[in-house]
């Protein structure tokens, strides 16, 4: 497999997190967003959005959107299952990752926060009620959806795709300073994660394409 | 099952379309978004975003986020499948649904049109660039994906979770009046749609609750 991505991107910082999840290995291309590289015809044509991640798959799949990469991975490379085993709690893992990658991040990324400044002009404190409102108030919803179903993990004792999306969530919020203080289920299965090889593995810091700053 | 939702919501009605495709029979409750009904206690406490739909299934479980609720839609009622049969053409369907739900709706819904109004005061030209920069721009990517995977419907020759997530985007698009020119495929595929039974069944104008002007 081959992936397209950024070390910062939170979409990307999933996948890897999948992968490292999977043990399984693939090449990693760097997309420096800083400098445009999404924007190219080659890299549209892969990706139409210009966003990354995009992930290769074996069979020649051309495959963008990270929820959509996970369950791709999940059904190609089955074990370990980042999954959880009924209906109901696969339901709840998927639940949260939506919540995070429909509702939270899509209000927080980078061209979001280019378009309020430079667009719409709003000034710092105007951004932050914005990150607070829709990220944050995203966040606190999966709090409370976690809460009900946490173990170890977001939903019992396995990490799932939910962990995949949360992991790089938290990791954001900080970065751009969302208050995550009333969210303790959220925090303890961040630090978890944190000590586990596979979710270090995957850490933005870790990627070769990163910028130590 | 039981589906918490209202006429016009899009993302409920993504759910209707797969449950009416699988020809699941459901018993529907209305949440008014007008009213707030969905931030009662009583509905968080269900979904703690405050969005709809909820799906309760019938062992129990309580799932918010549509592309969460079809997924589980597939696993509890397999047949007719809403997922393609290869792991490549159920990531392109996928990848379809999530560039819709995580890219182009959030940005078109109701709670962030009040919002780019109400709290920021955008004048109507200024939500019109918006809606055409973030909500027209992903379903332009979405076009170019369907261009390369379209039969009859996005992925293929069967209806799949990407056409139930098409099909109240491309509505939505027309309430809102977002240029869906330069897209042949998804408005082919749409206007296709409308002349199936079962997507006739969920369309918002047949629901219970469905106000008439």
Redesign the interface.
């Known amino acids: 497999m081959k992936l397209y991505g950024y070390w910062r991107s939170s979409a990307t910082y999933r996948v890897r997190i999948a992968l490292a999840l999977k043990g399984v290995d693939y090449e990693y291309e760097p997309v420096n967003l800083l400098k445009g590289e999404q924007k190219s015809d080659a890299y ?1 044509e892969k990706n ?4 990354v991640p995009t992930l290769i ?1 074996d ?3 051309v ?7 996970m ?2 991975i999940e ?2 490379a089955p074990a370990p299952s980042i999954l959880p085993a ?3 709690e ?3 893992a ?2 949260i ?3 995070i ?3 939270a ?3 927080m990324n980078l061209r979001m926060q280019k ?1 309020l400044r430079e667009d ?1 002009s ?1 000034d710092e404190n ?1 951004v932050a009620t914005w990150l607070d ?1 829709f990220t944050g ?2 966040m ?3 709090e ?2 976690a809460a009900k179903s946490a173990g170890a993990f977001c939903v019992g004792d396995a990490p799932s795709i939910a962990d995949c999306c949360l992991v790089p969530q938290m990791y954001g919020a900080q970065r751009f300073d969302i208050d995550t203080s009333g969210m303790p289920t959220l925090n303890a299965i961040y630090e978890r994660c944190q000590r586990l090889p596979a979710f270090d593995k995957a850490r933005p810091e870790n990627q070769p394409d990163a910028v130590k700053g």
């Open positions: 549209r139409p959005m210009g966003l798959g069979d020649g799949a495959v963008a959107q990270s929820l959509a990469i369950e791709y059904e190609t009924t209906p109901g696969r339901a709840r998927r639940m990752a939506a919540t990658a429909c509702e991040q899509p209000f378009y719409l709003l105007a409102r108030g995203a606190r919803a999966a409370a959806m």
